[in-house]
């Protein structure tokens, strides 16, 4: 196994621990991964209006914007469901049938983004509204408990 040493903590680490990069000779960057999403970290505090800018340009350029097509229509096609559901709860919500609460039914918290989440989507309207934090950690758990009841059936 190849080797190399990060100028920026001077360990020697595996050559899978660093980004791969086309310019370098042994075609991998010379700062390992580690120190790499750190630097990248604060830059990104320290230039936040910068990155953020940067980041709304990007996501407008024709590539990204036909990119971002392509990959909702694979989605509308893999999870027909889903769609439906999350489209019908956009329909209501700007129809007035339903209103977006101001507080996230788990931890109770406003001012922040709530989502809508389906247990099941055979009833798109019967939702449970949560804060983006507590949506992903309801994901998380659900995921979980997937995995546990998998692997149980081995």
């Not at 992903?136 to 995921?143: N, S």
Request: charged share 35%; proline share 3%.
């Amino acid at each position: 196994m190849k080797e190399k040493e990060c100028f920026k903590c001077l360990k020697v680490k595996p050559l899978e621990e660093f980004y791969k990069h086309r310019g370098m000779k042994d075609g991998r960057l010379n700062k390992c991964i580690e120190c790499t999403k750190n630097d990248v970290a604060i830059h990104r505090v320290a230039n936040i209006e910068a990155v953020r800018k940067y980041d709304r340009e990007r996501g407008r350029t024709p590539e990204r914007i036909k990119k971002n097509i392509a990959r909702n229509k694979i989605y509308r096609e893999k999870f027909p469901d889903k769609y439906k559901a999350h489209s019908i709860v956009g329909s209501a919500l700007k129809g007035g049938k339903i209103i977006r609460p101001e507080l996230c039914s788990v931890c109770n918290l406003s001012g922040l983004q709530i989502e809508a989440h389906h247990d099941n989507y055979s009833k798109p309207l019967d939702v449970t509204w949560l804060c983006a934090a507590c949506h992903r950690q309801l994901h998380r758990d659900l995921k979980k408990q997937e995995e546990t009841i998998c692997n149980a059936n081995y």
